[in-house]
């Protein structure tokens, strides 16, 4: 077993240090982390055999992001992130059974995210009675039948909501959206709720399919790439390997950010001895370090320019491509010729020099790709700024073409895979129909609730279970101090992990914890071993192989547990071969092959070398699937950001040593920030204007509309270059600041990257 130790008090921030930040990403230090995360967590076999089979053809995908995999991989096909998340998951450090004793829930719900990650792999199921404030172990039989007899127990089957985590297998969000429906819900909300909903709303508008229109080759092929609202050495590192190749073709790359991050700006690549020594690469050829929520009017400015440019030259449209592809260009056109100049400066806080030297790039280059993030979708008006990138594409034909294309990169490794699964509160009729042939019951056609709504419905009493598959509610919600109140309102709350966080301490009346396999780890069954599949950020679908042993014996892998579950909650209500499921992962996939669009022959598919890639008509033929057949160029009004005098407007990212809710260490490297997190980083010229300084402690007070005051209290005032009135924070630390309402237009997302701000002086500082 593993040499590490528990840690066994709860490292607090007293210590931050905060150094300047750095100006380039990755290279050997990057590498030299990796590895001493992988040896400390894993010892020196578990970490050859993981680090070794990661995104390897025959090994298993990396559960760290959803970028992918290039055609031709490279012996050690990884990044230090992702080193991370497979040594936290393949840790061999188990919760020992004298664990629950120890720690009652309140206990647990009083530790942080970090202490919690580091008590080792759950290996047993265990239960919290109504009458009992500690879990106790329990058989998985018996957990199954607490939560059937709950669920069946119900009014309706619409009082339990059914969460899913963006790491799921299609095989395990197959059978589950199978068992939710089954049982008569589409209570299905899902990470993607607080993360790229705005983008799929915005792209189905626009150009009818709501996922990346470009390949893995297209980046080599492009003239100009367009980086906004995403920081990819930390969250996307091997995209740099990826930009780097670009750059060495002759791309130019232009990065739009309020916060000068370092993966941006320069590159060592440590897969190549430049790499390591030297300058390394300057990525960004331009950088426009835009105001939070400035991006619709800048986009709405280059769009103008492509305009005035057609009318001076008559050479800036794709005249083609509209006439035979587009609709709606007078409209559009009508509408950004009368935009207001003066506000689009408010908004972006950005120079005209600034802007017209991108439009001059924009007009310049043949083949261009934007790509984005939560910088761009946790906004108000996200699904308009995300159209109107939409727009500025199509104005020049950047759609369908190679090189060229719009490019939302995901965040966890398979959530876009969870959706093309059935995983979604709102599937569309086709798809049902298409469960209701295959499986001869009528699945419900009422729309269910997505995060928002789930978490509304659990305050108000309506909502009695919420099942999670996955994930950390709780902590990736917003509103923290509400959503904690709302689960600990539901009468049952069953939560499958591999580590414990926040969530198995916020619970409901009563409260279950299924442990599961990790992606990294074997997946035994009746049939022999299994494997599952997933789908990447530009809808490559491909097989993932455990690695290693289990951590221990008794798991159950997810499709297990689902299946279980199901069986035990619908008898023989439906005409489905649970335990066959379980059995053998290919009769689920036989199902996945009649039922979902673009997956026939799927078993035969995954198995070919590398996958297959999914059929996306825009991209491959374009072709536009929207309402009208016809990519829209959409109309979409300009409504800056007000911010009241003395306030400033945050944002919540992450830092470079966690991922989402699982805090692997309290350093930010990238950004100087050593042993804590709950710093706020502020451009020392406002805080000047608003009387702190550097060092100083503070309250963070959230304003909204409602009038309510949230707060989180004690942070660290970190004097650092963002764009003037912006300021930023950790998430999740943060996210008691984000109202539950105030969310963006029709995707119903957490408005994360756009909360006013009042900083105040601690009330009650650390020593
Ligand atoms: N190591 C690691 N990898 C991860 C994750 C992780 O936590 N750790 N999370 C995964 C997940 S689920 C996701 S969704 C992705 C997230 O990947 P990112 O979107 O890169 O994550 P964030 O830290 O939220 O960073 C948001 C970026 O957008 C910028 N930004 C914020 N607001 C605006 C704005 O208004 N305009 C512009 N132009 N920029 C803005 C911020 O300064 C920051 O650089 O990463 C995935 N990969
Ligand atoms: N303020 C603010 N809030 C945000 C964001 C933000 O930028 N700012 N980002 C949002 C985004 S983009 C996202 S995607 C969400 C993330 O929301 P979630 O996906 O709910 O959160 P994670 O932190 O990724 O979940 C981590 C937990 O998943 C469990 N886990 C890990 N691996 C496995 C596995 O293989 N199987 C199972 N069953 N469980 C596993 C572990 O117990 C771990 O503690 O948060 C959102 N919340
Ligand atoms: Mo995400």
């Given at each position: 077993?593993?040499?590490?130790?528990?840690?066994?008090?709860?490292?607090?921030?007293?210590?931050?240090?905060?150094?300047?930040?750095?100006?380039?990403?990755?290279?050997?230090?990057?590498?030299?982390?990796?590895?001493?995360?992988?040896?400390?967590?894993?010892?020196?076999?578990?970490?050859?055999?993981?680090?070794?089979?990661?995104?390897?053809?025959?090994?298993?995908?990396?559960?760290?992001?959803?970028?992918?995999?290039?055609?031709?991989?490279?012996?050690?096909?990884?990044?230090?992130?992702?080193?991370?998340?497979?040594?936290?998951?393949?840790?061999?450090?188990?919760?020992?059974?004298?664990?629950?004793?120890?720690?009652?829930?309140?206990?647990?719900?009083?530790?942080?995210?970090?202490?919690?990650?580091?008590?080792?792999?759950?290996?047993?199921?265990?239960?919290?009675?109504?009458?009992?404030?500690?879990?106790?172990?329990?058989?998985?039989?018996?957990?199954?039948?607490?939560?059937?007899?709950?669920?069946?127990?119900?009014?309706?089957?619409?009082?339990?909501?059914?969460?899913?985590?963006?790491?799921?297998?299609?095989?395990?969000?197959?059978?589950?959206?199978?068992?939710?429906?089954?049982?008569?819900?589409?209570?299905?909300?899902?990470?993607?709720?607080?993360?790229?909903?705005?983008?799929?709303?915005?792209?189905?508008?626009?150009?009818?399919?709501?996922?990346?229109?470009?390949?893995?080759?297209?980046?080599?092929?492009?003239?100009?790439?367009?980086?906004?609202?995403?920081?990819?050495?930390?969250?996307?590192?091997?995209?740099?390997?990826?930009?780097?190749?670009?750059?060495?073709?002759?791309?130019?790359?232009?990065?739009?950010?309020?916060?000068?991050?370092?993966?941006?700006?320069?590159?060592?690549?440590?897969?190549?001895?430049?790499?390591?020594?030297?300058?390394?690469?300057?990525?960004?050829?331009?950088?426009?370090?835009?105001?939070?929520?400035?991006?619709?009017?800048?986009?709405?400015?280059?769009?103008?320019?492509?305009?005035?440019?057609?009318?001076?030259?008559?050479?800036?449209?794709?005249?083609?491509?509209?006439?035979?592809?587009?609709?709606?260009?007078?409209?559009?056109?009508?509408?950004?010729?009368?935009?207001?100049?003066?506000?689009?400066?408010?908004?972006?806080?950005?120079?005209?020099?600034?802007?017209?030297?991108?439009?001059?790039?924009?007009?310049?280059?043949?083949?261009?790709?934007?790509?984005?993030?939560?910088?761009?979708?946790?906004?108000?008006?996200?699904?308009?700024?995300?159209?109107?990138?939409?727009?500025?594409?199509?104005?020049?034909?950047?759609?369908?073409?190679?090189?060229?294309?719009?490019?939302?990169?995901?965040?966890?490794?398979?959530?876009?895979?969870?959706?093309?699964?059935?995983?979604?509160?709102?599937?569309?009729?086709?798809?049902?129909?298409?469960?209701?042939?295959?499986?001869?019951?009528?699945?419900?056609?009422?729309?269910?609730?997505?995060?928002?709504?789930?978490?509304?419905?659990?305050?108000?009493?309506?909502?009695?279970?919420?099942?999670?598959?996955?994930?950390?509610?709780?902590?990736?919600?917003?509103?923290?101090?509400?959503?904690?109140?709302?689960?600990?309102?539901?009468?049952?709350?069953?939560?499958?992990?591999?580590?414990?966080?926040?969530?198995?301490?916020?619970?409901?009346?009563?409260?279950?914890?299924?442990?599961?396999?990790?992606?990294?780890?074997?997946?035994?069954?009746?049939?022999?071993?299994?494997?599952?599949?997933?789908?990447?950020?530009?809808?490559?679908?491909?097989?993932?192989?455990?690695?290693?042993?289990?951590?221990?014996?008794?798991?159950?892998?997810?499709?297990?547990?689902?299946?279980?579950?199901?069986?035990?909650?619908?008898?023989?209500?439906?005409?489905?071969?649970?335990?066959?499921?379980?059995?053998?992962?290919?009769?689920?996939?036989?199902?996945?092959?009649?039922?979902?669009?673009?997956?026939?022959?799927?078993?035969?598919?995954?198995?070919?070398?590398?996958?297959?890639?999914?059929?996306?008509?825009?991209?491959?033929?374009?072709?536009?699937?929207?309402?009208?057949?016809?990519?829209?160029?959409?109309?979409?009004?300009?409504?800056?950001?007000?911010?009241?005098?003395?306030?400033?407007?945050?944002?919540?990212?992450?830092?470079?040593?966690?991922?989402?809710?699982?805090?692997y260490g309290l350093n930010d490297r990238y950004r100087g920030i050593h042993r804590g997190r709950r710093v706020v980083f502020v451009n020392p010229d406002d805080l000047a204007e608003l009387g702190f300084a550097d060092g100083e402690a503070v309250d963070l007070h959230g304003e909204w509309t409602d009038g309510v005051d949230r707060v989180v209290r004690d942070f660290r005032v970190v004097a650092f270059p963002t764009a003037r009135g912006c300021a930023a924070a950790?998430?999740?630390?943060?996210?008691?600041?984000?109202?539950?309402?105030?969310?963006?237009?029709?995707?119903?997302?957490?408005?994360?990257?756009?909360?006013?701000?009042?900083?105040?002086?601690?009330?009650?500082?650390?020593?």
């Amino acid at each position: 077993m593993a040499d590490r130790q528990r840690p066994s008090t709860d490292p607090g921030d007293s210590g931050i240090e905060v150094t300047p930040p750095k100006t380039w990403a990755a290279g050997v230090p990057g590498v030299a982390v990796a590895l001493q995360h992988a040896l400390r967590e894993m010892g020196p076999r578990r970490s050859l055999k993981t680090l070794s089979a990661m995104n390897q053809k025959d090994g298993f995908d990396c559960m760290s992001c959803a970028w992918p995999d290039p055609p031709h991989r490279k012996v050690a096909e990884f990044c230090e992130n992702g080193a991370k998340a497979v040594s936290w998951e393949a840790d061999p450090l188990l919760v020992p059974a004298e664990f629950w004793a120890e720690h009652p829930v309140d206990d647990l719900a009083g530790r942080s995210e970090y202490w919690l990650g580091q008590q080792g792999r759950l290996t047993q199921p265990v239960y919290k009675s109504a009458d009992s404030d500690h879990y106790t172990p329990i058989g998985w039989d018996a957990a199954f039948e607490i939560i059937a007899d709950e669920l069946n127990g119900l009014d309706s089957p619409d009082q339990a909501t059914f969460y899913t985590s963006g790491r799921a297998s299609n095989e395990a969000a197959y059978a589950y959206q199978l068992f939710v429906r089954a049982f008569g819900t589409n209570n299905l909300p899902d990470c993607s709720n607080m993360c790229h909903e705005s983008t799929g709303v915005a792209m189905a508008d626009s150009i009818g399919v709501g996922k990346s229109t470009v390949s893995y080759n297209d980046f080599a092929l492009a003239d100009l790439i367009i980086i906004m609202g995403q920081n990819p050495g930390t969250n996307h590192p091997r995209m740099l390997t990826t930009l780097e190749e670009a750059k060495r073709e002759g791309a130019s790359i232009v990065a739009v950010n309020p916060l000068p991050e370092a993966g941006l700006l320069r590159f060592k690549n440590p897969q190549r001895p430049s790499g390591v020594v030297g300058r390394g690469t300057q990525l960004a050829d331009q950088f426009l370090q835009i105001r939070l929520g400035g991006d619709l009017a800048l986009m709405q400015a280059l769009c103008k320019r492509v305009l005035e440019a057609e009318d001076a030259y008559g050479n800036a449209l794709d005249h083609e491509f509209l006439a035979e592809h587009c609709t709606g260009f007078t409209e559009f056109a009508d509408h950004i010729r009368n935009l207001d100049d003066e506000q689009v400066l408010i908004a972006t806080g950005l120079r005209p020099a600034e802007i017209d030297e991108l439009a001059d790039r924009y007009l310049k280059a043949r083949r261009v790709i934007v790509t984005w993030a939560m910088g761009l979708t946790q906004h108000r008006k996200a699904v308009d700024t995300i159209r109107e990138i939409l727009n500025l594409l199509l104005l020049r034909g950047n759609i369908g073409k190679p090189g060229a294309g719009a490019s939302p990169i995901r965040g966890h490794s398979n959530v876009q895979g969870d959706r093309t699964m059935g995983i979604w509160e709102q599937m569309p009729d086709s798809f049902l129909d298409a469960l209701q042939t295959e499986f001869g019951f009528e699945p419900p056609r009422k729309h269910g609730f997505d995060v928002v709504e789930s978490i509304r419905r659990m305050r108000d009493g309506e909502v009695k279970v919420l099942f999670a598959l996955g994930g950390n509610l709780v902590s990736a919600v917003s509103d923290t101090t509400v959503a904690e109140a709302a689960i600990r309102r539901t009468k049952l709350s069953v939560q499958v992990s591999t580590k414990l966080n926040r969530s198995h301490g916020v619970v409901g009346e009563r409260a279950i914890i299924l442990p599961t396999l990790g992606r990294t780890e074997m997946d035994l069954q009746a049939s022999g071993p299994q494997f599952v599949t997933v789908e990447d950020s530009v809808c490559a679908v491909h097989a993932s192989h455990g690695a290693v042993p289990p951590v221990a014996d008794g798991l159950l892998s997810e499709v297990a547990i689902v299946s279980r579950l199901a069986a035990a909650t619908l008898g023989d209500r439906v005409d489905v071969d649970w335990a066959g499921f379980e059995r053998d992962y290919d009769s689920i996939r036989e199902h996945i092959s009649r039922t979902v669009p673009g997956c026939d022959g799927y078993n035969e598919k995954v198995r070919w070398e590398g996958g297959f890639v999914l059929p996306h008509p825009p991209r491959d033929e374009r072709r536009f699937p929207t309402v009208n057949g016809s990519a829209r160029l959409t109309v979409n009004q300009l409504e800056p950001i007000v911010v009241p005098p003395g306030r400033l407007l945050l944002q919540t990212v992450r830092s470079h040593d966690q991922f989402n809710t699982t805090i692997y260490g309290l350093n930010d490297r990238y950004r100087g920030i050593h042993r804590g997190r709950r710093v706020v980083f502020v451009n020392p010229d406002d805080l000047a204007e608003l009387g702190f300084a550097d060092g100083e402690a503070v309250d963070l007070h959230g304003e909204w509309t409602d009038g309510v005051d949230r707060v989180v209290r004690d942070f660290r005032v970190v004097a650092f270059p963002t764009a003037r009135g912006c300021a930023a924070a950790y998430f999740p630390e943060a996210n008691g600041l984000v109202p539950l309402d105030s969310v963006a237009e029709r995707s119903n997302t957490p408005t994360s990257k756009a909360i006013i701000l009042r900083l105040e002086r601690a009330t009650t500082p650390r020593v």
